[in-house]
C-alpha cells in the first residue's frame, strides 16, 4: 500500500516547504535563471554522540513527494494573498500552476550504512525545482535516518533478542510515529505496536494489555484468565499492576498455557530473575519474559551484560523521539550549476558549515574478508579500483528507474551492511572513527575553488 508523503490534499504538496523556497524560486524566474541546470546534494555533516554510523531511511517517501509535486488553484491563491508575492510577475503562477517534477535523482539505498558528509541524495534538474523541494527532502530523511540510526543501536544492544517498537502515543505526531516505526523497522526492529503502520507498511504487530484492563477486574487472577481465554495462544500477562512477584505466581498458576509474562517497571534484573524462577518451578519455562517501561540501548546492555534472563524488549518514547539525540543536522547544498553553457563547481566556505564542491559519488571499500575498509568521497565522473559506488539512480526525468524495494529488502540490506562494518564502528559507547577519504579529483577541485 501506497502512503501519501503528508496528510494534506495531493494539489498542496507544494506548499509543503519554507516561505524562503518560494521566494528564491521567484526570484530565480523573474531573473530568468530556474531553467539553469543544477545539481544539490543532501548529507550529514556530523553524527550525533555515540554514533558511529547512519542507518539511512526516508527515501521513499521523499521520492513519493517528487512523484506528486504540484500547486493547485488554492495553493496559488493563498500564495497570491502573501504580502510577499505582491510584485512577482504573472508569468510564476503559471509556472508553479504547470509544475510537475521533472529532474533526475540518484541516492543510496534505504537501509544503507552511511557516514558524514556522503550525498544520501542528490538532486539534478532546473535550479528552481531543485531548489524548491529542499524542505520536504530534508524532513523525510532527517527524521527516519535518526531514528533508524536509534533504533539500530537499540537492536544492537539486545544482542539477538526481539525488540518490539512501542512507541507512537509518545511521538511528536501520529505522522512521526508511522514513519518512526518504518525506520525502527528498517533497522531491525522485529515489530510494532502500532496497528496502522503494521497496515501500511506490512509491519508484524504486537501487544498485551494496560494496567487498566487489569485494574477493571476484581481480582488480579479474573483479569489474567479473561485475557487468557480471549488469546489462549497469545496472551502475555501484565504481571506489575499490583506486586510484580505475586502476579507471577497468578499468572503461572493459571490452568491454561501462557505465552509469557510483561514487567514493566521495577528492578527488571532483579525481578526478571525472581519472576523466571516462579515460572520454571511451574513448569512454565517456555514462557518469555517482556521487559519495557523506559528502555534505551544503555538499560538493555546493562541489564544482558549483568545476566537478565529477558527475552523481548519493548522500547518506546527512547526510541521514537531518539530521546539522546532528538535531531539531525542534514542539510542540502547547492554544488554545481551550468550557466551560459558552462557547468560550475560550487562551494560554501563558511566557518564550520564549509561543503565539498561538484557532484560526487561515494565508493565503498572492502578487505579479504568482506568487511567495510573505508569509503572514498569522489567527483561523479571518477572510479575507484576495487570499491563499489552506493548512490544509484532513482528517478531519470520525473519517472521511476525501477521498483522500489520491499521493506524487508532495506531491513535484510541492513543486516547485512551491519554485520560488515567493523566492530569498533558498531560500539555504542565511543565507536571507532569510520575512514574516509577524498579522492585525488575531489581535492583537485577543492584545491583549485575560485569565488
Known amino acids: 500500500m501506497t502512503v501519501p508523503p503528508l496528510l494534506a490534499p495531493q494539489g498542496a504538496y507544494g506548499l509543503a516547504t519554507d516561505l524562503y523556497q518560494l521566494t528564491m524560486a521567484a526570484a530565480y524566474f523573474d ?35 517528487l512523484l506528486q509535486l504540484q500547486f493547485d488553484e488554492t495553493a496559488i491563491r493563498y500564495l497570491r494573498s502573501l504580502p510577499v508575492f505582491q510584485s512577482v510577475s504573472a508569468g510564476f503562477w503559471d509556472y508553479l500552476a504547470a ?13 544503507s550504512v552511511a557516514f ?12 528552481l525545482q531543485a531548489q524548491l523541494v529542499e524542505t520536504f527532502l530534508l524532513a523525510a530523511l532527517n527524521h ?17 533478542r526481539g525488540v518490539v517498537e512501542f512507541g507512537a502515543r509518545r511521538a511528536h505526531s501520529f505522522d512521526a510515529a508511522l514513519f518512526g516505526t518504518r525506520a525502527s523497522y528498517i533497522a531491525g526492529c522485529m515489530g510494532t505496536s502500532n496497528v496502522l503502520a503494521g497496515q501500511l507498511f506490512d509491519i508484524p504487530v504486537y501487544g498485551t494489555a494496560a494496567h487498566s484492563f487489569t485494574m477493571a477486574f476484581s481480582r488480579e487472577a479474573d483479569a489474567f484468565a479473561a485475557f487468557q481465554r480471549v488469546f489462549p495462544d497469545q496472551a502475555i500477562l501484565l504481571i506489575d499492576t499490583y506486586d510484580t512477584l505475586e502476579g507471577a505466581r497468578r499468572a503461572a498458576a493459571l490452568d491454561a498455557p501462557i505465552r509469557g509474562v510483561r514487567l514493566d517497571s521495577g528492578d527488571l534484573l532483579a525481578l526478571s530473575h525472581a519472576v523466571r524462577a516462579i515460572l520454571d518451578d511451574a513448569g512454565r519455562r517456555e514462557a518469555i519474559i517482556v521487559a519495557s517501561g523506559d528502555l534505551n540501548e544503555d538499560s538493555i546492555a546493562a541489564l544482558l551484560a549483568a545476566g537478565a534472563p529477558i527475552d523481548l524488549f ?16 542534514g542539510v542540502y547544498k547547492l554544488v554545481a550549476i551550468e550557466q551560459d553553457g558552462r557547468r560550475r563547481a560550487v562551494r560554501k566556505l563558511s566557518q564550520d558549515k564549509a561543503t565539498y564542491p561538484d557532484v560526487k559519488q561515494v565508493y565503498r571499500r572492502t578487505d579479504a574478508t568482506g568487511r567495510y575498509a573505508g569509503d572514498v568521497l569522489a567527483l561523479s565522473t571518477e572510479t575507484v579500483a576495487g570499491a563499489a559506488p552506493l548512490l544509484e539512480p532513482v528517478l531519470r526525468g520525473g519517472v521511476r528507474v525501477a521498483e522500489p524495494p520491499t521493506l524487508a529488502a532495506m531491513r535484510e ?15 555504542l559507547e565511543q565507536p571507532d572513527p569510520y575512514p574516509l577519504e577524498l579522492s585525488p579529483g575531489l581535492q583537485q577541485v577543492i584545491a583549485d575553488f575560485r569565488v
Open 144 to 160: 527516519q535516518t535518526l531514528i533508524a540510526t536509534k533504533a539500530a543501536r537499540v537492536v544492537e544492544a539486545a544482542r539477538g
Open 413 to 427: 540490506r541492513f543486516a547485512g551492511q551491519r554485520a560488515s562494518l567493523p566492530d569498533g564502528v558498531r560500539r
Open 116 to 127: 558524514p558528509h556522503e550525498p544520501l541524495l542528490q538532486v539534478h534538474g532546473s535550479l
Open 31 to 65: 531573473n530568468e535563471m530556474g531553467a539553469e541546470p543544477a545539481t544539490f546534494e543532501l548529507f550529514v555533516r556530523r553524527l550525533p554522540t555515540n554514533r558511529g554510523y547512519f542507518c539511512v531511511a526516508g527515501l521513499e517517501q521523499a521520492v513519493d513527494y
Open 314 to 329: 519493548g522500547v518506546g518514547t527512547e526510541m521514537i523521539v531518539s530521546r539522546d539525540a532528538p535531531a539531525l543536522g
Open 99 to 111: 509544475l510537475r517534477f521533472d529532474g533526475d535523482v540518484n541516492a543510496i539505498p534505504e537501509g
